[in-house]
């Protein structure tokens, strides 16, 4: 990995510690102000204020403990770099306490701004069994 990209990597191991914790905080600092977040069987959220509200949401209604697997990062033009992520770990419900497996392909797209690289567009989606 060149430069770029092992501060793209370190960008996702600071990402995968804010979902841990909870701390919508600590994503936005990592989220352009301009970012989409498309989670699986939601519509996009676009901009600032509607990804804080979406990882809002999450956080108020699931705690995951997940760990990201990097499995490409790569740097597509001078301020562009893309990572493609599998995550594995536990989700727990707080409004009922259940929790199970939690496993996901991850598509992130960075920019680079102000000379940091930040979330430009991310989604993801279960690679967990299909539910009977």
Known sequence: MNANEKAVAAVLTRYQDALNQSDTNAVMKLYAPTGVFMP????S?????????????????????????????????????????????????????????????????FQRIDGAWKIARYCFSTTNPARA
């Open 40 to 43: 699986q069987n939601s519509p």
């Open 45 to 109: 959220s676009i901009g600032a204020d509607e990804v804080r509200r979406a990882y809002d949401a999450v956080f108020k209604t699931i705690k995951l403990t997940v760990k990201f697997d990097v499995a490409e990062v790569v740097e597509m033009a001078p301020n562009w770099v893309f990572a493609r992520t599998n995550s594995v770990g536990t989700v727990k419900a707080h409004a009922t306490g259940a929790g199970g497996p939690e496993a996901n392909q991850e598509l992130f797209l």
